[in-house]
């Protein structure tokens, strides 16, 4: 599989040629199949990051999974902020006219630190599962806890569900 670059061949009687070479690939990106053929996207073993500071009470964040696999933020003191998970280009359209942003088996890390009882709501087509236990609802934060998430897109189409782990220290 070859991601992108080509490389001249060395010449064999005066005749060169372009050849496939995955010598220098997309920085921070990795391969993911999406049924069909591979496509490159931000993985979490090679993840570009994204450090969204900390949000404002009642704002929407929008986690783009086809631009980073990484995401860091802190979380307002009080209030709820809202998930989204469009690509950045559409993430400030109305809800329907945003385009998704995953691809299926795409895994995406999020560190959040807490911020006194600060909120996310994520999408309801997720399934959680907290250290091993099963649970029905996203984390809750309080304090200074840092809770690292891990979402992996389980399905895409007019449908997406999604899988998430988290820890909080």
């Not at 992996?152 to 820890?167: E, L």
Request: proline share 4%; net charge negative; charged share 5%.
């Amino acid at each position: 599989m070859i991601l992108s670059n080509t490389v001249a061949s060395a010449a064999v009687q005066g005749v060169t040629v372009n050849a496939a070479a995955d010598d220098n690939p997309v920085l921070g990106f990795s391969a993911v199949g999406n049924g069909r053929n591979w496509v490159t996207t931000p993985g979490l073993a090679n993840a570009a990051i994204n450090p969204l500071g900390t949000l404002t009470n009642g704002a929407a964040v929008n986690f783009d999974w086809s631009a980073y696999g990484y995401f860091t933020l802190t979380l307002p003191s009080g209030g709820t902020n809202a998930a989204t998970f469009a690509t950045t280009a559409t993430a400030a359209l109305a809800a329907a006219s945003q385009v998704n942003s995953f691809q299926l088996g795409q895994l995406i890390k999020l560190r959040i630190t807490g911020g006194g009882g600060g909120t996310i709501t994520f999408p309801g087509t997720i399934t959680w599962v907290a250290q091993g236990v099963a649970a029905t609802t996203a984390p809750t934060w309080t304090g200074s806890l840092v809770t690292d998430v891990y979402l992996i897109c389980t399905a895409v189409g007019s449908a997406p569900t999604f899988d998430a782990t988290y820890i909080q220290t």
